[in-house]
């Protein structure tokens, strides 16, 4: 669907992100004479904005827009082209047509925030954690302020996920969304623009809460009402009688017009971009901006949002990343333009595009929206319509061509290579989006200038001081820095104030990555044909006697990987590019298969090595087989690189989403309910989540029960064959233990013993009223004898069972271990202490740092949020099929697992599921003890 794959290429991106668009490509078409002094009559500006507007309606597939200009204090002149409603055939009305206005909502948002400043109810320096009840982490030494959230330099990585729905009814309550998706901290506050959605978010969820309001309410209190803009909003269900009046949004596809699908996101959200509005309410808002903070008209005498002494601060410069360029005010940028001060904002609220600009020194105010698609390369800053718009009432300042100076040719190429945005995902498998952002590049022509090449034109820049730049027939300056290496790490712009360009070593380039994709991709491809017709040729040639044991195993893994590899990247076709509405159940499951092809890479370079070793094959394929193998090794680390091997979500650790109670500046009443929300309910896995560290912990396990230890036990004799199941087994508990331990560490942060006894339920077991009472620990003797009865009675019948009516899962003799006690053995026990070291270590990891920790400690504290009151009979049931390694046991698996979980469950204590577990374990090692010392 195109819409969809619109919002999935994030193209509100581009239009935010990259305005570096060549300036003749720009140029709008003039359509009236030159006005060198701005606008002074509003018939004349009708015939411009006739001509412009409904051009770019025309040649932008665009269906309705709306234009405000204010000046002096007056609504100067307001007019609406097209339809709101084609349908309907309804035209856009400046005056009832209600649009939504995207992100243009922050500019109120960081009023609200100067609003509160002004009360002394907010503090611009202080650590935003002191208005907060849960926690940003403290990643650098430096707090986040609100300055840096007005300036977009807190520092967060970018993220979408979860961000937007098409159901109006599962928006997400206040305090819910931020809480539980804290972006990464990847630059040191107050360093680095990135413009951040989350850090307005904040911005405005601290509002509600030092106001005791939600954000709506007190925008609606503060600003909308005070303004008298009777036609505009923040609230959610919009309206009743408002909803009539709101322009349909559009998308231009197959040759028509198509309605787009209206979007809807979390509460914690409404800030950045929830407000809808008239252009001629619009009006009002700039008036009181560029009047600092007063408004008054007839119906209106006198209106203040703003103190003057805030208004004039917050349209002062806050942030440049270095004198003399253009930067951002007190949540303004600065768009100044044709030797204009102009500080404004673009917003997009798909589909719907709009471009607010004020120019202080003329008291002259422009805001247009349109409601489709095509008007996002029309509210770039400084080109689309504000480059008609200037060019047209304000006349560019001669600008002196620059010249290079004689010896940067010398030191040029360092600056060379190529940049991305810093408003990227770093840490989150969202990161792998920047495959498909625009880049800059930058490249030495060897005339003493650099040459930027750019998706949308290119330009040559010219040094002005060190690092200094400036276009060399334009007015906009460019600045690199170094990092502490004295490397060049950062672009910044005049064009793009809200961000800046980070340089990419070679290896994290398009030009390098995709090669490298492509590759791998055509020999996984290959394998399927040179696969069928070594099958084909291997049948003709059976009389040869069978393939060896370790060719098989290779060529299994070839084949494996190569269709596991396949389905990746298929399914990342499918199912990656939806994301924003949250990660599909089907692309969680896609991403699992990258798990078991990495995991399935490390037994590929084994045999690898092996096919050299013994000969395998000719030389020709194990040359071939070698060329796959690398392909997978190189396949992982794109996976890993790009952070798709796993799961990488932005979701929050469990420890980073507790509420707490704090003294703010007034007492906060608006999230009492929040604070009474169980954060236990909010850290409940997801069913993929659950089917994910299901699928980690089992892998191993099948792969080392049905792959590697019959491959390597052909041809042992049963008591050696049983010492290698045993081994085998050991290495997959092992790997559960430390799985275990990478989760806590992801979830809490640290693996100290009290976070793993908190966590993991180590404790004495609760009653109901969930108070320790040592008493119910005599609850363990009649759970022990049923536990018994079941291992010694019930087990034995259950495998019989299993073998008569599936032959296939019978179990093989001796796979229970018995052999080791044959009478003809014995002997050789005596004094082998390293066999009982060995069953000493796999009980230890079975029935406590493995199977216990992953299944009662990891899983089943979390699984309520899917399973309600039934989780610990999931968790049981999981348990049992998790013994696909042995399947024969998976009935009896089934029924200890229930009786693991529910006392587990029931007691609030894991250490009764551990010496119910235990209890296998203890009875093996006296039999090998007794078999060690000679008394068997």
């Avoid at 805001?367 to 060019?391: I, K, M, P, W």
């Avoid at 596991?564 to 509405?581: D, R, S, T």
């Avoid at 990891?858 to 699984?863: A, N, R, S």
Wanted: with cysteine; hydrophobic share 45%.
């Amino acid at each position: 669907m195109k819409t969809i794959h619109h919002l999935l290429t994030f193209a509100f991106v581009t239009m935010l992100l990259f305005t570096v668009v060549s300036p003749v490509g720009a140029q709008g078409k003039k359509t009236a004479p030159s006005q060198s002094q701005g606008p002074t009559d509003p018939a004349e500006m009708e015939v411009f904005m006739d001509g412009l507007v409904k051009q770019e309606l025309d040649e932008k597939h665009i269906a309705g827009a709306a234009v405000a200009v204010v000046k002096d204090g007056k609504l100067f002149f307001a007019k609406g082209y097209g339809y709101a409603d084609l349908a309907n055939k309804i035209p856009v009305d400046p005056e009832q047509t209600i649009f939504r206005i995207g992100s243009v909502t922050k500019l109120f948002t960081w009023t609200a925030v100067m609003q509160l400043v002004e009360q002394g109810k907010l503090d611009l320096d202080a650590d935003i954690n002191t208005y907060l009840d849960f926690r940003i982490p403290d990643t650098y030494p430096q707090p986040i302020t609100l300055r840096h959230l007005m300036t977009h330099t807190a520092g967060f990585e970018d993220l979408h996920v979860d961000m937007v729905t098409l159901n109006e009814e599962a928006i997400a309550p206040q305090g819910v969304w931020l809480a539980s998706h804290i972006p990464t901290r990847v630059f040191p506050p107050g360093e680095v623009p990135a413009y951040s959605n989350y850090g307005a978010a904040l911005a405005g969820y601290i509002v509600a809460r030092v106001s005791g309001e939600s954000y709506s309410q007190y925008v609606q209190e503060y600003i909308l009402n005070p303004l008298g803009m009777k036609s505009s909003t923040a609230q959610w269900p919009t309206p009743q009688d408002f909803r009539a009046r709101e322009s349909v949004g559009y998308t231009y596809a197959d040759n028509a017009f198509q309605v787009f699908p209206r979007l809807y996101g979390p509460t914690d959200l409404f800030a950045i971009g929830a407000i809808e509005s008239t252009v001629t309410d619009m009006a009002r808002f700039m008036i009181a901006h560029l009047q600092n903070g007063r408004y008054s008209d007839a119906a209106l005498p006198e209106a203040r949002i703003l103190k003057e002494s805030t208004a004039l601060q917050m349209h002062s410069p806050l942030y440049a990343p270095t004198s003399g360029m253009l930067g951002t005010d007190y949540g303004f940028f600065d768009f100044s333009d044709n030797g204009q001060r102009t500080i404004g904002h673009s917003g997009e609220a798909e589909p719907m595009e709009s471009l607010l600009l004020l120019l202080p020194d003329q008291n002259t105010g422009v805001f247009v929206v349109y409601n489709s698609l095509g008007g996002d390369e029309l509210t770039r800053q400084h080109f689309g319509f504000q480059r008609a718009f200037f060019d047209h009432y304000y006349s560019a300042p001669v600008t002196e061509t620059a010249q290079p100076s004689a010896d940067f040719a010398n030191q040029a190429d360092r600056f060379t290579g190529i940049y991305k945005v810093t408003r990227s995902a770093y840490t989150t498998l969202e990161k792998y989006f920047s495959l498909v952002y625009p880049t800059v590049e930058v490249k030495n022509p060897g005339d003493g200038t650099l040459l930027l090449l750019t998706p949308y034109g290119d330009w040559r820049i010219v040094e002005e001081a060190p690092l200094y730049f400036r276009q060399v027939d334009g007015p906009y300056h460019f600045l690199f820095r170094e990092n502490d290496q004295g490397r060049i790490a950062y672009l910044f712009t005049d064009y793009t104030p809200m961000l800046a360009f980070q340089k990419l070593q070679w290896y994290e380039t398009v030009a390098f990555n995709m090669p490298l994709l492509l590759t791998s991709l055509l020999v996984f491809l290959s394998v399927l044909p040179v696969a069928l017709i070594r099958a084909i040729r291997n049948r003709r040639k059976n009389h040869n006697g069978p393939v060896p044991r370790g060719m098989r195993i290779a060529n299994f893994l070839m084949v494996g990987i190569s269709l596991l590899n396949l389905f990746f990247v298929i399914g990342n076709m499918l199912w990656g590019e939806q994301l924003v509405f949250g990660i599909p159940t089907a692309y969680k499951l896609v991403l699992g298969l990258g798990v078991l092809s990495a995991l399935l890479t490390i037994g590929a370079l084994v045999t690898c090595v092996l096919a050299w070793k013994d000969h395998y094959w000719s030389f020709a394929f194990r040359i071939y087989y070698t060329l796959v193998t690398v392909g997978a090794v190189a396949f992982v680390w794109f996976m890993n690189s790009w952070n798709l091997l796993g799961w990488r979500d932005e979701r929050c650790p469990a420890s980073q989403i507790k509420r707490r109670n704090l003294m703010s500046t007034q007492e906060i009443t608006s999230t009492k309910e929040l604070q009474e929300v169980s954060p236990s309910a909010k850290n409940q896995y997801a069913l993929w989540q659950i089917i994910g560290i299901w699928l980690a912990a089992g892998a191993p396990m099948w792969v080392l029960g049905w792959l590697a230890y019959p491959a390597l036990s052909t041809g042992l004799p049963p008591t050696e064959a049983g010492l290698l199941r045993f081994k085998l087994l050991t290495i997959g508990l092992i790997w559960e233990f430390v799985l275990a331990m990478l989760i806590l560490y992801y979830e809490e942060g640290n693996l100290r013993l009290s976070t793993i006894r908190r966590r993991f339920w180590l404790q004495h077991p609760l009653d109901a009223a969930g108070d320790t009472k040592k008493s119910l620990w005599w609850w363990i003797i009649p759970l022990i004898l049923l536990v018994a009865g079941m291992d010694l009675v019930l087990r034995p019948v259950l495998i019989r069972l299993t073998g008569t009516f599936f032959p296939l899962l019978a179990e093989p003799a001796g796979y229970d271990g018995s052999s080791l006690f044959a009478p003809e053995l014995r002997a050789q026990w005596v004094g082998a202490w390293g066999l009982l070291g060995l069953l000493f270590v796999q009980g230890i990891f079975n029935t406590f740092l493995g199977e216990e920790f992953i299944f009662r400690g990891v899983l089943l504290p979390k699984m309520e949020g899917v399973f309600g009151k039934w989780d610990w009979l999931a968790n049981g049931v999981i348990f049992g099929f998790y013994h696909l390694h042995q399947p024969w046991g998976i009935l009896s698996s089934i029924l200890t697992g229930i009786l693991y979980a529910y006392s587990s469950k029931h007691f609030r204590s894991n250490w009764f599921s551990i010496i119910l577990h235990s209890g296998q374990t203890v009875y093996l090692l006296f039999l090998v003890l007794g078999l060690v010392l000679g008394l068997a």
